[in-house]
Protein backbone atom coordinates (compact mmCIF):
# COMPACT_ATOMS: atom_id res chain seq x y z
CA UNK A 1 0.00 0.00 0.00
CA UNK A 2 1.14 3.23 -0.42
CA UNK A 3 0.34 6.24 1.89
CA UNK A 4 0.39 9.86 0.87
CA UNK A 5 -0.12 11.88 4.20
CA UNK A 6 -1.12 15.98 3.68
CA UNK A 7 -2.99 18.54 5.34
CA UNK A 8 -0.22 20.60 7.50
CA UNK A 9 0.71 24.02 7.30
CA UNK A 10 1.53 26.69 10.06
CA UNK A 11 -1.01 27.61 12.37
CA UNK A 12 -1.25 29.91 15.80
CA UNK A 13 -0.93 27.99 19.32
CA UNK A 14 -4.88 27.29 20.04
CA UNK A 15 -5.59 26.81 16.26
CA UNK A 16 -6.64 23.13 14.49
CA UNK A 17 -5.72 21.46 11.72
CA UNK A 18 -6.88 18.38 10.00
CA UNK A 19 -4.20 15.74 8.08
CA UNK A 20 -5.56 13.29 5.61
CA UNK A 21 -3.54 10.02 4.69
CA UNK A 22 -4.88 8.88 1.42
CA UNK A 23 -3.98 4.94 0.58
CA UNK A 24 -3.39 3.50 -2.87
CA UNK A 25 -4.95 0.22 -3.53
CA UNK A 26 -8.59 -2.04 -2.76
CA UNK A 27 -7.41 -3.76 0.88
CA UNK A 28 -7.11 -0.02 2.98
CA UNK A 29 -9.99 -1.56 5.27
CA UNK A 30 -7.07 -4.57 6.16
CA UNK A 31 -4.53 -2.26 7.63
CA UNK A 32 -4.63 -0.69 11.09
CA UNK A 33 -3.70 2.82 10.43
CA UNK A 34 -1.32 5.23 12.88
CA UNK A 35 0.04 8.59 13.16
CA UNK A 36 3.71 9.21 14.32
CA UNK A 37 5.28 12.52 14.66
CA UNK A 38 8.98 13.76 14.52
CA UNK A 39 10.48 17.35 16.20
CA UNK A 40 13.95 18.06 14.59
CA UNK A 41 16.83 16.18 17.09
CA UNK A 42 14.32 13.81 18.59
CA UNK A 43 13.03 10.32 17.83
CA UNK A 44 9.63 9.59 15.59
CA UNK A 45 7.12 9.27 18.42
CA UNK A 46 3.55 7.55 18.34
CA UNK A 47 0.78 9.98 18.53
CA UNK A 48 -2.52 7.75 17.59
CA UNK A 49 -3.89 4.43 16.48
CA UNK A 50 -7.02 2.94 14.73
CA UNK A 51 -8.41 -0.49 14.24
CA UNK A 52 -8.92 -1.76 10.34
CA UNK A 53 -12.74 -1.71 11.95
CA UNK A 54 -12.43 1.91 13.02
CA UNK A 55 -14.20 0.84 16.29
CA UNK A 56 -10.88 0.73 18.30
CA UNK A 57 -8.68 3.95 18.97
CA UNK A 58 -5.49 4.44 20.93
CA UNK A 59 -3.96 7.96 22.17
CA UNK A 60 -0.46 8.77 23.33
CA UNK A 61 -0.69 10.63 26.73
CA UNK A 62 0.45 14.35 25.25
CA UNK A 63 -2.25 14.57 22.60
CA UNK A 64 -5.05 12.59 24.38
CA UNK A 65 -8.32 14.56 24.50
CA UNK A 66 -6.88 17.25 21.59
CA UNK A 67 -6.49 15.06 18.97
CA UNK A 68 -8.87 12.58 17.43
CA UNK A 69 -8.22 9.89 14.94
CA UNK A 70 -10.70 8.26 12.21
CA UNK A 71 -10.80 6.82 9.28
CA UNK A 72 -13.03 6.66 6.10
CA UNK A 73 -12.66 2.88 4.81
CA UNK A 74 -14.84 3.69 1.67
CA UNK A 75 -12.18 6.69 0.21
CA UNK A 76 -8.81 4.77 1.37
CA UNK A 77 -8.23 7.51 4.12
CA UNK A 78 -7.72 8.47 7.49
CA UNK A 79 -7.52 11.41 9.25
CA UNK A 80 -6.01 13.17 12.38
CA UNK A 81 -7.69 16.14 13.38
CA UNK A 82 -5.64 18.38 15.76
CA UNK A 83 -7.47 20.76 18.50
CA UNK A 84 -6.10 23.16 20.73
CA UNK A 85 -2.53 22.83 19.02
CA UNK A 86 0.61 23.71 21.52
CA UNK A 87 4.07 25.01 19.78
CA UNK A 88 5.28 21.78 21.13
CA UNK A 89 3.36 19.29 18.62
CA UNK A 90 5.64 21.41 15.70
CA UNK A 91 7.00 18.26 13.78
CA UNK A 92 6.56 16.42 10.70
CA UNK A 93 3.69 13.95 10.60
CA UNK A 94 3.66 10.73 9.00
CA UNK A 95 1.44 8.25 8.74
CA UNK A 96 1.90 4.25 8.78
CA UNK A 97 0.03 0.70 8.27
CA UNK A 98 0.08 -2.51 9.80
CA UNK A 99 -1.14 -5.46 8.49
CA UNK A 100 -1.24 -8.08 10.89
CA UNK A 101 -1.12 -8.03 14.43
CA UNK A 102 -3.07 -6.08 17.07
CA UNK A 103 -3.15 -2.08 17.59
CA UNK A 104 0.28 -0.95 18.14
CA UNK A 105 2.26 2.02 19.02
CA UNK A 106 5.93 1.08 18.48
CA UNK A 107 7.33 2.31 15.17
CA UNK A 108 8.82 -0.60 13.83
CA UNK A 109 5.65 -2.95 14.04
CA UNK A 110 4.49 -0.43 10.78
CA UNK A 111 5.21 -1.90 7.49
CA UNK A 112 4.32 1.12 5.45
CA UNK A 113 5.00 4.80 5.69
CA UNK A 114 3.85 8.25 4.45
CA UNK A 115 5.89 11.11 3.02
CA UNK A 116 5.32 13.00 6.16
CA UNK A 117 3.41 16.68 6.48
CA UNK A 118 4.90 19.37 8.40
CA UNK A 119 3.44 21.20 11.03
CA UNK A 120 4.24 23.97 12.36
CA UNK A 121 2.25 25.70 15.70
CA UNK A 122 3.45 29.71 16.31
CA UNK A 123 3.49 30.72 20.05
Known amino acids: VQLQASGGGLVQAGGSLRLSCAASGRTFSSYDMAWFRQAPGKEREFIAA????????YYADSVKGRFTISRDNAKNTVYLQMNSLKPEDTAVYYC?????????????????WGQGTQVTVSS
Open 50 to 57: IRRSGVST
Open 96 to 112: AARRNGILSTIRSMYDY
